[in-house]
C-alpha cells in the first residue's frame, strides 16, 4: 500500500487517465439512458433535455481528447459499448426515480469529475517525474478538462435553481 | 482516500487476521511505512476518537472508528473489482493499493454504478487475500 499521493511513471498515469476516460463513458452512457426513459413522455422540460445531450457529447469529447493521450502512452481505452453494457446490467437498480433524482445525479457526475481531474492534476503536480509524452500537454488537457466540468457543475446547478 | 483512512482500513484488516489489536509492527508491514510514522497517526486517530491504543498490545477501532474503516474498505473493494473487471488488470491488488491514495470516495461511488458488488461488502472481504472473497477474474486481454 502506497500513501503516497503523486503519480511517478507512465503505467500509473495511463491507468489515471483510463479511469477518467471510464468516468466519461459512465456519464455519456447514463445521460443517454436518461434521454431513453422520458422518450415516450409528455411534460419533459427542455432544459433538463438539453443539459443531458450537451452532458453526453461533452464526455465523449472529453474522452476522446483522454484516449488521444492514452494512445500515446501505449496504452488502450475500454471500448464504449462495453460500458454501455455494464451501465445497462446495472442502470436499473442506480437510475434516479423522478427529473430531480436525475438533475442530482447529473451534478454528482459534473462534481465527481470535477474532484478526479482535480486531484489527478495535483498528483502530477506533486511528481518531479518525467513522462514519456509532454507532461504540459498532459496537465494543459486534464485542466481545460476540469474546468469544463466546473462549468457543468454551474449549469446543473442553474437548471436545479430554475425549477425549484 | 485520505491516508487517515488507509490507516483505519489497515487496522480494521489487521484486526481481523489477528482477531485482536492491531500492532504497530504489522500495521508498517502493511501501510510499508516506519512504525514511527504509524505511532504518529495511530495517535492522531486516538485524538480524534477514532481509535483506542493500548501500550505493547496495539489498537483497536472504536466504534465510529469501524464505520470509517468500513467506508474506506468498500472504497478498496470497488478500485480493485473494477480494475479486476473492468479494466482487467492482472495486478489489480497491487494497484488498487497504489491508487486508493488518489482515486477519491465519490469517484468511486460513480465506478459503483458499473461494477458488481454484494450488499455484505465489506463483510466478505478476505482480509488475507486482500480481496472480495466473491471476486471473480475473468481471463481476457488487459487494457494496458
Do not use: W
Amino acid at each position: 500500500m502506497s500513501l503516497g499521493q503523486r503519480v511517478a511513471t507512465d503505467h500509473q498515469l495511463a491507468r489515471l487517465l483510463q479511469i477518467g476516460a471510464v468516468l466519461e463513458e459512465v456519464v455519456e452512457s447514463r445521460a443517454y439512458h436518461h434521454l431513453d426513459s422520458f422518450e415516450d413522455e409528455e411534460g419533459v422540460d427542455e432544459d433538463v433535455r438539453d443539459l443531458l445531450e450537451h452532458a453526453a457529447e461533452e464526455s465523449a469529447e472529453h474522452r476522446s481528447r483522454l484516449e488521444a493521450l492514452i494512445e500515446d502512452l501505449d496504452a488502450e481505452t475500454v471500448p464504449y459499448e462495453e460500458i454501455n453494457k455494464l451501465v445497462e446490467a446495472q442502470y436499473a437498480q442506480t437510475k434516479p426515480e423522478d427529473f430531480d433524482g436525475l438533475l442530482y445525479d447529473q451534478l454528482c457526475n459534473e462534481e465527481t469529475a470535477y474532484k478526479f481531474y482535480d486531484d489527478l492534476v495535483e498528483a502530477i503536480e506533486a511528481s518531479e517525474s518525467e513522462f514519456s509524452i509532454d507532461r504540459e500537454l498532459v496537465l494543459d488537457t486534464l485542466r481545460q478538462i476540469r474546468e469544463e466540468e466546473a462549468e457543468g457543475v454551474e449549469e446543473v446547478t442553474e437548471v436545479m435553481e430554475r425549477r425549484a | 482516500m485520505n491516508t487517515a483512512d488507509q490507516y483505519l482500513k489497515a487496522i480494521y484488516l489487521v484486526q481481523r487476521m489477528e482477531d485482536g489489536p492491531a500492532a504497530t509492527g504489522a500495521l508498517a508491514d502493511m501501510l510499508d511505512v516506519s512504525p514511527a510514522s504509524v505511532n504518529e497517526m495511530v495517535g492522531k486517530l486516538q485524538d480524534r476518537g477514532l481509535v483506542d491504543h493500548e501500550k505493547y498490545k496495539g489498537a483497536t477501532l472504536t466504534d465510529d472508528g469501524i464505520v470509517r474503516a468500513e467506508d474506506a474498505l468498500q472504497t478498496y473493494c470497488i478500485i480493485e473489482r473494477f480494475l479486476a473487471n473492468v479494466l482487467e488488470v492482472e495486478d489489480y491488488r497491487g494497484e488498487a493499493s497504489a491508487l486508493e491514495a488518489v482515486i477519491d470516495d465519490t469517484v468511486a461511488e460513480r465506478l459503483d454504478t458499473i461494477i458488481d458488488r454484494r450488499e455484505e461488502c465489506p463483510d466478505c472481504f478476505d482480509a488475507e487475500a486482500d480481496q472480495c472473497c466473491y471476486l471473480e477474474v475473468a481471463a481476457g486481454e488487459s487494457a494496458d
